[in-house]
């Protein structure tokens, strides 16, 4: 299975959207580590790893997901993670 990478364009500082993200992974009890820049996250979702890293670059935000619960489709990790970032 491949990774499903996608950019979510953001608005406001690289700061704010790292601190929604981060306030996103760690209220589900996951993991997040990195910077303005760069970094990984992991979560459990259904008993299963949701992993991931991230990148930004001006207003952009890259992420690829390594490894998901075959059961949640890329496009859904794209919709949630855009509603909690954006």
Sequence with gaps: MSDCQFNIPF???AESV?????????G???RFEGTTQAGTFEVSVFGNSLA???????????IIIHSKPFII???AI???LTKQIS
């Design 11 to 13: 608005t406001g500082t």
């Design 18 to 26: 790292m601190d929604k993200a981060r306030s996103a992974v760690e």
């Design 28 to 30: 589900q009890g996951g």
């Design 52 to 62: 991931g890293s991230y990148t930004t670059s001006g207003q952009n935000m890259e």
């Design 73 to 75: 489709p890329c496009s």
């Design 78 to 80: 794209e919709s949630f």
